[in-house]
């Protein structure tokens, strides 16, 4: 079987990066070591899980129909309800019972390779901080209540387990290549910001970032403005993307099966050598060789998105 994995690669070792890879640089703070990990998790206060509490309540009061039922299920599993942020002991406890994987605190954004690293070993590194009441509603960088809520459920369903442990070992591949860009464009619209078809006419939201905001949840599955396309690997990693708002097109899977077939077992050494230095299609753009589900109207954006106030539809 191919895969998107560099073949025999010792994934123990944190990986170099190389001098002629370009990615964006970042601080590492004092007390973290080369695996960025913190020395321990943060003891929350009162109020910071009160802050969970709040968002884990909002998020329950729209993710139902909404939700892909995998993530769902792994709520229950983890019995994430329990009250407070989680303790990561106890949850690498049960998630690990049932995929393997293990929940690592560490203070920020961590560089692509560290956080490659960690995936490829079935560790999931989740921010060491919660937001505040002042941006309870929308942070950039992302924080324990997006990393474990948004994220972690997910991590208990094997098939999906097992697609994000191959998407750590990708990212030897990625840096030979120099394409982190594009495989960053592959958890985007997966990872992050994927939909599922759980039946016909019945799409729900798997990716976290979708997962953990109250507007998106809903936008992303119901409303006119964005495009919803059927996954296609190669197509999804020459598509640009939006950060700091909601989604212009969505991409959408049949499975989990469908998701990790399409990802490991592409020839990613010839897609690799083919991909530009940058992105070909823009975030809103539909091309003759997908298949959409839904075309949007793109009505959100072409009023401005979130800078202009305009209403998500």
Known sequence: MATIAEPQQ????????????????LKKPAHVGEDWLEPK????????????????????????????????????????NRGGVPEFGKLSEDLSALTGWTVVPVPMLIPDHVFFWHLANRRFPAGNFIRTR?????????????????????????????????????????????????????YWYTVEF???????????????GILSGPTEAVFSVEAESPNRIMLNVDRVMRTDYVIS???????????????????????????????????TYANSAVIDVDNVLHRGTQEYWLRGGRGSGARPV
Do not use: C
């Not at 010792?10 to 640089?25: G, H, N, Q, R």
């Not at 994927?194 to 976290?208: F, K, M, S, V």
């Not at 097109?249 to 530009?276: G, H, K, M, N, P």
């Open 41 to 80: 998790q943060t003891e929350y206060s009162s109020e910071e899980d009160d802050i969970w509490n709040d968002l884990f309540a909002r998020q329950m009061d729209v993710l139902s129909g909404r939700a892909a039922s995998a993530f769902m299920a792994g709520l229950q599993k983890l019995n994430l």
């Open 245 to 279: 708002d909601l989604q212009p097109t969505y991409f959408v899977i049949e499975s989990f099966e469908d998701l990790y077939r399409q990802t490991v077992e592409r020839d990613f050494d010839r897609l690799y050598r083919s991909l530009a230095p940058s992105f």
């Open 10 to 25: 010792d994934y123990s070792i944190l990986p170099e990066l190389p001098a002629d890879v370009f990615t964006a640089p």
């Open 194 to 208: 994927g939909l599922i078809e759980e039946a016909p006419d019945d799409i729900r939201a798997y990716g976290a």
């Open 134 to 186: 002042e941006t309870f509603d929308y942070i950039q960088e992302p924080d324990v209540f997006h990393d474990v809520f948004g994220h972690v459920p997910m991590l208990t369903d094997p098939v999906y387990a097992d697609y994000m442990q191959e998407y750590g070992r990708a990212g030897w591949k990625a840096m030979r290549y120099n394409h982190l860009k594009a495989l960053g464009a592959l």
